[in-house]
T-cell receptor, first 113, second 116 residues
């Protein structure tokens, strides 16, 4: 069964600074990988996904993520954060032809002025 | 498109009472998922349906939990009797299979359940 680890529970970053959120997955084959964002009181919104092909994927809101098979990682990055990026971020992994997703525990991002 | 609609947004009930959570998926979506989110356990998949048929209910914690999908536009998650440890945010999500697994999950805003 697949699983996801997000090592950082909470990250604080200054507005305008860069952000990187870590995600490590466990799966025996090439996984389907996702990053979701959850604002307070809201459901989860998809930021980006990776199925195959180019290992650097672009998402919404200026986010990107890079799939590194050798490190079993799918880290999320943003070059310059905005105060509106304060939220909780979830990495998720799925298997081909299996519509279930396994989510990480989430990383809460706080943006300071 | 109104998105996935869940009701109620908040539910407070006493231990032992029956609780019913409701979900209307996005029109045309053929997969529906129920997730539970808690601080301790994060996001857990409880059950999911394809074309109104339950496919995997292995995440349902115990017999007190049941879910139905009588038609393509409506699903319920019922807890009877409820217990304080059921307190959580319950999310419904839907997706469309299409020709490949490339349709993301669309989440509702969740129902925050508090059992006292």
């Amino acid at each position: 069964a697949q699983s996801v680890t997000q090592p950082d529970i909470h990250i604080t970053v200054s507005e305008g600074a860069s952000l990187e959120l870590r995600c490590n997955y466990s799966y025996g084959a090439t996984p389907y990988l996702f990053w979701y964002v959850q604002s307070p009181g809201q459901g989860l919104q998809l930021l980006l996904k990776y199925f195959s092909g180019d290992t650097l994927v672009q998402g919404i809101k200026g986010f990107e993520a890079e799939f590194k098979r050798s490190q079993s990682s799918f880290n999320l990055r943003k070059p310059s954060v905005h105060w509106s990026d304060a939220a909780e971020y979830f990495c998720a992994v799925g298997a081909p032809n299996d519509y279930k997703l396994s989510f990480g525990a989430g990383t809460t991002v706080t943006v300071r002025a | 498109d109104a998105g996935v609609i869940q009701s109620p947004r908040h539910e407070v009930t006493e231990m032992g009472q029956e609780v019913t959570l409701r979900c209307k998926p996005i029109s045309g979506h053929d997969y529906l998922f129920w997730y539970r989110q808690t601080m301790m356990r994060g996001l857990e998949l409880l059950i999911y349906f394809n074309n109104n048929v339950p496919i995997d209910d292995s995440g349902m914690p115990e017999d007190r939990f049941s879910a139905k999908m009588p038609n393509a536009s409506f699903s319920t998650l019922k807890i009877q009797p409820s217990e304080p440890r059921d307190s959580a945010v319950y999310f419904c999500a839907s997706s469309w299979a299409g020709s490949a697994y490339n349709s993301p999950l669309h989440f509702g805003n969740g129902t925050r359940l508090t059992v006292t």
